[in-house]
């Protein structure tokens, strides 16, 4: 959660208003922890799972 709490500002600083995390399929609690710390994130607008061309399941864009 730290370091995608970094991402995120980072991505932010940058100028991003979308980025992509990759976390994989596993048992789903990494995917979990990620939207879970994403709906409280004052800077997240809105959170999906990726097209399956990239990553689908595994992977959330994020618009910032």
């Known amino acids: 959660v730290e370091k995608l709490d970094k991402f995120i ?5 940058s100028g991003f208003d979308e980025v992509l995390v990759y976390h994989g ?3 789903g609690k990494l995917a979990y922890a ?9 800077s997240v607008k809105h959170y999906t799972d ?6 689908g399941f595994g992977a959330t864009v994020v618009t910032l």
Do not use: E
Not at 34 to 42: A, E, G, N, R
Not at 50 to 55: E, F, H, I, Q, V
């Open 9 to 13: 500002s980072d991505a932010l600083l």
């Open 34 to 42: 990620v939207k879970t710390f994403l709906k409280s994130h004052p």
């Open 50 to 55: 990726a097209a399956p061309s990239l990553g």
């Open 25 to 27: 399929i596993g048992t």
